[in-house]
């Protein structure tokens, strides 16, 4: 059973060769929320005629899957444009109230575009975009972070516009993770940082780690969280190393993430039953890829937030790019009309109200 959910997994992670991997341009600066929506609107249209392009032909060209489920993929396609007729009103100077007008607009706002950057975020979009249709098109049978499994679970497209919520998986890591929550603490930043069990072991080394941040649940170990009876022994044993690390209440729910994105419905019931919020992402730094620089994990980040306007970003803190590639966002937060996330806020709304 394992094997084929991890052989459907790997179905599901588009791997870069190093031809293909990301280019590496300078990340992008913004004088204003102007210049900000005036580039949000470049790469809502890019990815729009992306889109498009893969629409008019053979649906799944360019997509390995076996058997995809297209009634999966239809309906990640219906939302995918109403988010996308939605960005755009946010962020260009026309109000497109269709998907063709959406796409006869995307082709106007282009036509004029800078051709290296415009190939540049072609080339971008349409793996991307592919990406995306690839784990819709896998959904349910590899359950990601691509679709919901119920009301309660969060995926970042909830957020309202220009908020964005840090996180961080597979934790902790010796020197890494302190490196970034003390770099974050330093920004005023407060991220979710959502931890193996099996790796806190030793609670009193991690008292202070985590201050000002939230420490969340990956599950105890990284593996799917399909079966309901080893679901909820991990994620209790989980929640009981956690609350050793902060002192809490250890009735109290922690917030749940699982590897991979991977669950099934009886494990979502089972979270919304418990009141233990399930945290998905909707922006993928991909900063485990060998083949991308902490550079391109940069602009890959920043035009996903442009692109979706609102979200959560998954990063790794037991990976070095993560660090390296934080600090090239910072001048875009600044902008008035953006800002990050307080996790506290976003995962436990309650305790705060």
Known sequence: MLKQIFSGLLLAVISLSPAQAEPASPIATFAS??????ASANEIAVFSLALNQQLEGELFEGVKVENPDVASAQRWIALTQ????????????????????????AEALLAHA?????????????????????????????????????????SGFELADGEFMLSFDDGPHPSRTEALTDYLGGQGISAAFFVLGEKLGQPERWRGTYQGHCLASHGWAHNPHRELAPAIESLSNTQAAIRAVTDGDNSAPVAFRPPYGMRSEAVSEYTAEQNIPLVLWNIDSLDWRRNLSAE????????????WRRG???FHDIHPKALDALPALMPMMQLEGLQWSDCQQRLYPAERS
């Open 33 to 38: 929320m102007e210049a900000y929506n005036r």
């Open 82 to 105: 109403q988010r996308l007729l939605d960005n755009m009103n946010k962020a260009g100077d026309s109000a497109p109230k269709s998907w063709p007008e959406l796409i006869a607009y």
């Open 114 to 154: 800078e051709p290296s950057w415009l190939s540049e975020a072609q080339g971008f979009h349409q793996r991307y975009m592919r990406e995306q249709l690839r784990l819709a098109a896998l959904f349910p049978r590899v359950s990601s972070e691509i679709a919901s499994l119920g009301e309660h679970e969060q």
């Open 296 to 307: 391109q994990v940069s602009l890959r980040v920043q035009r996903l937030m442009l692109l």
């Open 312 to 314: 959560i970003i998954l």
